[in-house]
């Protein structure tokens, strides 16, 4: 057993000093920690871990881990009974409140999923003694160091009408190249991995469907993000071309970043390995073991506390712009806190209605797919009704906070920006920024396409809906109420009538 302190920001900050191969706007990123593209949104994940070792929020955020007695996030924590899965919620809610849940990819999204596998190592132990010893210990080492994951679980699109074995050229598509008694070498992309600037290590699988003769591409394994051959190409920085916070509050702070996988012929060695050459297996360990459910719980977790924060948003604006009190503006609000009300009722119905695997306490599979099919289409219409409610509030507005140091504009400002709440011009600004960059700014537009396909696009989800529905009961709603007549008794009764 260890007294090792619980991990903090510091120790995550200089985790992330570790020589990664980084590239943004076609340069070689020295440190991800400095790095203007990135370095507010780093520290903005890496105070997540100085929020967990506070005295005030230990009992909280963190549990004992029963290897190394180190006290790490509840997220890696398996409960065996649904108080044990609440306490372990309301670390998640506590973690996704410090960003309004903003960061898709917190470290408690990939904490999930991977201890959700693990709940289900039965299944890897029945498919291969090695590659289930590797998992185990691999999670042991990722919990134990409290590690922060990201995941690449997806190909790029190419042409997604033919299987990665149809297309002329695969070679944009991660594969097994070579193996040995080392370990086996992977060449080609995925996507989309967001936080990877971030994250210690990546969690490499397939989530979309393989036929069973593309075992080339069937791989599931984990590495840390300086592993030699591993490129991680940025997309643009919203963080980098923000102006301030005060001008984008969440831009500037809050680029979780996403970021295409290139792997250049990276050497993976076995006991990181967990998954190898079975399409079958790829799919099970998600959906065969309680991890993709794990996942997507915390995702709707999240996505809750994002739900209030847009709802809160709304709220403010009308107050400022004094149409609170209009009829049809209290009927959208009334109608955007059901909407947020609404899934967190689906998020304490997951949990209500969790059934134990095993030993271990599982939210409701249906419970979770329906959320999640509900709210990508939700998310879009809460952000449209927004922009409904605000008409030009977001938009007229100080070109930037410079405009304050002008003495002639700020005059004009002061005298201009007035709101019906009375709060003062500087408020009033600083409100309808955030609520454009929640709502229209590029960000804001990149976070609509990521709740619109984070979890997939909605033919994959419904899809998932439709699987785990109980179908039976349905049916047999059905069946109570024809089983009560026949066509004899209808024609007895229509004779009857007659008479
Ligand atoms: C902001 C963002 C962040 C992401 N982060 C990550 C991450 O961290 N890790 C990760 O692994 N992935 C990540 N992803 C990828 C995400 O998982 C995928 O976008 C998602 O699974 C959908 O796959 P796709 O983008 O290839 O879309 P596609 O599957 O190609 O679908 C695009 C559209 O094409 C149509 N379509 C395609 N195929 C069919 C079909 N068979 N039947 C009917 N219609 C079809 C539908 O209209 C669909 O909406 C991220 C995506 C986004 C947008």
């Known amino acids: 057993m260890t007294t090792q302190p619980i991990k903090n920001t510091a120790e995550h900050l200089a985790s992330l000093r570790d020589g990664r191969t980084v590239y943004i706007n076609g340069e070689l990123v020295d440190d991800v920690t400095e790095h203007a593209a990135f370095r507010n949104s780093v520290r903005t994940a890496a105070n997540l871990y100085d929020y967990q070792a506070h005295p005030a929020n230990i009992e909280t955020m963190t549990f004992e881990s029963p290897t190394s007695g180190r006290r790490v996030n509840r997220a890696w924590q398996m409960p065996e009974s649904y108080e044990e899965l609440v306490i372990r919620r309301n670390a998640l809610i506590a973690w996704a409140e410090q960003h309004g849940g903003f960061m898709g990819r917190s470290p408690d999204h990939l904490a999930s999923a991977v201890t959700g596998q693990l709940m289900g190592l039965d299944l890897f132990e029945a498919y291969d003694k090695d590659r289930a010893k590797a998992f185990w210990d691999y999670y042991v080492h990722a919990r134990d160091s409290d590690l922060y994951l990201t995941y690449v679980i997806i190909n790029p699109q190419v042409d997604r009408s033919k299987a990665a074995a149809d297309l002329n050229n695969d070679d944009p598509m991660m594969k097994i190249v070579d193996e040995d008694s080392a370990g086996v070498t992977v060449r080609g992309a995925k996507m989309l991995g967001t936080?990877?600037?971030?994250?210690?290590?990546?969690?490499?699988?397939?989530?979309?469907?393989?036929?069973?003769?593309?075992?080339?591409?069937?791989?599931?394994?984990?590495?840390?993000?300086?592993?030699?051959?591993?490129?991680?190409?940025?997309?643009?920085?919203?963080?980098?071309?923000?102006?301030?916070?005060?001008?984008?509050?969440?831009?500037?702070?809050?680029?979780e970043n996403d970021a295409l996988m290139y792997f250049d012929d990276v050497k993976v060695p076995w006991e990181r390995i967990f998954v190898h050459r079975s399409p079958e297996m790829c799919r099970r360990q998600f959906h065969d073991t309680p991890g993709h459910i794990y996942q997507n719980y915390q995702a709707q977790i999240r996505i809750t506390v994002k739900l209030k924060f847009l709802a809160g948003l709304a709220h403010a604006i009308c107050e400022t712009i004094g149409t609170l009190k209009?009829?049809?503006?209290?009927?959208?609000?009334?109608?955007?806190?059901?909407?947020?009300?609404?899934?967190?009722?689906?998020?304490?119905?997951?949990?209500?209605?969790?059934?134990?695997?095993?030993?271990?306490?599982?939210?409701?599979?249906?419970?979770?797919?329906?959320?999640?099919?509900?709210?990508?289409?939700?998310?879009?219409?809460?952000?449209n009704t927004i922009r409904e409610l605000s008409g030009g509030a977001l938009i007229m507005l100080p070109s930037s906070a410079a405009d304050f140091g002008n003495p002639e504009l700020a005059e004009i400002i002061e005298k201009v920006q007035i709101s019906a709440d009375g709060r003062k011009d500087t408020d009033r600004i600083k409100l309808m920024k955030l609520a454009w960059d929640a709502v229209g700014s590029e960000f804001a537009g990149r976070h609509t396409q990521y709740e619109m396909f984070y979890a997939g696009a909605q033919f994959v989800t419904r899809a998932h809906s439709f699987r785990t529905y109980d179908w039976d009961k349905a049916a047999e709603l059905i069946s109570t109420v024809t089983g009560r007549y026949d066509i004899d008794s209808s024609i007895a009764d229509l004779a009857e009538k007659k008479d």
């Not at 959208?332 to 306490?361: C, D, P, R, T």
């Open 326 to 383: 209009m009829p049809p503006v209290a009927d959208a609000l009334g109608k955007l806190a059901a909407q947020a009300a609404a899934v967190e009722n689906m998020m304490w119905g997951m949990e209500a209605k969790g059934q134990h695997w095993g030993k271990y306490f599982v939210p409701d599979r249906h419970a979770v797919y329906a959320a999640q099919t509900l709210t990508q289409e939700l998310y879009p219409q809460m952000i």
């Open 195 to 255: 936080s990877s600037i971030m994250a210690n290590e990546v969690f490499v699988a397939h989530l979309q469907p393989l036929r069973p003769d593309e075992e080339d591409y069937a791989i599931c394994f984990a590495i840390p993000m300086d592993t030699k051959g591993l490129k991680v190409l940025s997309r643009k920085s919203y963080e980098q071309h923000a102006v301030s916070q005060f001008d984008d509050p969440l831009a500037s702070h809050y680029d």
